[in-house]
């Protein structure tokens, strides 16, 4: 790739002080025309050798486009903000809004070229991050991310004498050091390994364009070039609104099994034995989130459950067990205007856990394959697709040493019109019972059809659903505690 490229582009500076100005005026022209329709973001991805000229370029699209209106964010080392979060994270809390351009210098797919080059990674290592790197850009595609990716390079024989320039320019010296000339000295292995990563990434929705970096006013105007025809082109198409579905048709149980109707949800338990072990395991949690190890842990638990099954009442019975500094719960409704502006994700990545605390979803993620399906808020294609972007998401929590506890709690159909009843002539109750929880309840088997495709397609091994019966909220909060419990110390066990 690198090889047959030609990296000799030159432009003369005439040339570029006449074609400067227009192109310019054409990127403001587009920035101006993308923040109006607000339909999607445009992230603009550069990676490539030392001394291409990556870092000019970032500056002068800086000085070309309003800045206001551009996030560039440079990547380097986590910080120990960032170290304490699956590595994915800094990624999304720095992802455009819908309507503006980012500019990520250096990204996700930097640590990996680096491991591979200088920490011998294995090559089964390596290709396993490279399908992860496909998986976030397809998602990120396929939630309306405008990815333009830029691949800066020189030849060994250009990056020297570019190395050398700066580093005998009393101006420019500070930027060459150690490790600028670290990198100089592999580069014969940092090339094979990128041009493998470059040709494995490179797909019809996010391509790499490769810049020659050897003259300046070429590799300006190429890169600028290039987000003007990416940004104009889907500018010019018309916008498409996603048509409204209706649920899946068919029944819950078209395979024998509905993991739901199953449930025993009349569970027998006393309110003197409930109190004995509500001691118990409260106390049981309280040590577990003091232990030695706990520190380099993170818990993640997620609440869903038929309205009025007692989502509530189990979450405080957890909190109570907790130090208030240590623990976040998380509500989730309906999306805010910036959380719409974002991928579908962002919401739920911004709110993750450091490493020692636990943060509780109440509602989460899993709105995409239920509330969202059966309302028709999205498109099949979209709820559809979301199962593998969940498992992916949540198997990169808990490669990164966090404990995801998911709990389903199912009452009745009787047991949930009883409690609507009650919250109605109960006046500090009131609040909890809406129109929408009397809308729901009337679409109560398309409901049933998406949780039960939910715990077939989401429930993994590192990650399974427990279906929780929760007709007695006595049964219910012990057995909330238990899993909890039970799943902290098998983690904690593990070292």
Same mark, same amino acid.
């Given at each position: 790739m690198f090889d047959s490229a030609n990296l000799d582009h030159h432009i003369s500076k005439d040339r570029f002080r006449r074609e400067e100005p227009k192109l310019r005026t054409a990127l403001l022209e587009a920035q101006v025309r993308l923040g109006q329709a607000k339909r999607f973001p445009v992230l603009i991805l550069v990676g490539g050798v030392e001394g291409a000229g990556k870092g000019e370029t970032v500056n002068l699209l800086n000085e070309w486009m309003d800045p206001r209106y551009i996030q560039t964010t440079a990547f380097g080392l986590p910080n120990e903000e960032e170290d304490s979060r699956p590595a994915m994270w800094r990624y999304w809390q720095a992802l455009p809004p819908k309507g503006r351009f980012g500019i990520f210098f250096g990204g996700w797919h930097t640590q990996t070229l680096v491991d591979r080059v200088f920490k011998a990674e294995s090559k089964s290592r390596f290709e396993t991050e490279i399908a992860a790197i496909q998986r976030f850009e397809r998602m990120l595609t396929d939630e309306g991310v405008l990815l333009i990716k830029c691949w800066f390079h020189l030849s060994k024989r250009q990056q020297k004498k570019r190395l050398e320039a700066l580093e005998s320019d009393k101006k420019t010296r500070w930027r060459v050091g150690t490790e600028e000339w670290r990198y100089f000295n592999a580069s014969d292995r940092f090339n094979q390994v990128s041009e493998h990563l470059i040709r494995a990434t490179s797909t019809g929705e996010a391509p790499w364009v490769i810049v020659p970096g050897a003259d300046p006013n070429y590799r300006a105007l190429l890169t600028g070039r290039t987000i003007l025809a990416r940004v104009n082109e889907r500018l010019d198409q018309k916008a498409v609104s996603a048509p409204a579905v209706k649920p899946t048709p068919r029944p819950a149980d078209v395979d024998g099994l509905n993991v739901i109707r199953a449930l025993e949800l009349d569970q027998v338990y006393d309110k003197a034995t409930y109190e004995k072990e509500l001691e118990k395991w409260q106390g049981r949690l309280n040590l577990l989130s003091r232990h030695k190890r706990f520190k380099n842990l993170a818990v993640v638990t997620v609440f869903e =459950?038929?309205? $009025? $099954? =007692?989502? =509530? =009442?189990?979450?405080?019975? &957890?909190?109570?067990?907790?130090?208030?500094?240590?623990?976040?719960?998380? $509500? &989730?409704?309906a999306p805010t205007e910036e959380e719409r502006a974002q991928p579908y994700l962002w919401r739920f990545w911004r709110h993750l856990p450091r490493k020692g605390r636990f943060t509780i979803f109440d509602r989460s993620w899993y709105g995409r394959v239920l509330v969202e399906r059966v309302e028709g808020f999205c498109s099949e294609a979209d709820w559809m697709r979301a199962y593998s972007e969940i498992n992916d998401f949540e198997a990169q929590l808990i490669s990164h040493d966090t404990v995801v506890v998911k709990y389903w709690l199912a009452i009745s159909k009787e047991e949930q019109l009883r409690r609507f009843k009650l919250r109605e002539a109960t006046s500090f109750k009131q609040w909890k019972i809406t129109d929408e929880d009397w809308r729901n309840r009337k679409k109560w088997e398309a409901y049933e059809t998406a949780v039960c495709d939910m715990v077939e397609r989401t429930s993994t091994e590192i990650a399974p659903w427990t279906l929780v019966e929760a007709n007695n909220k006595y049964f219910a909060r012990i057995k909330v505690l238990k899993t909890l419990v039970k799943a902290v110390e098998e983690r904690l066990a593990k070292g």
């Open positions: =459950g038929n309205d $009025a $099954a =007692g989502k =509530g =009442g189990a979450i405080r019975r &957890i909190t109570q067990s907790l130090d208030a500094r240590f623990y976040r719960g998380v $509500a &989730i409704a």
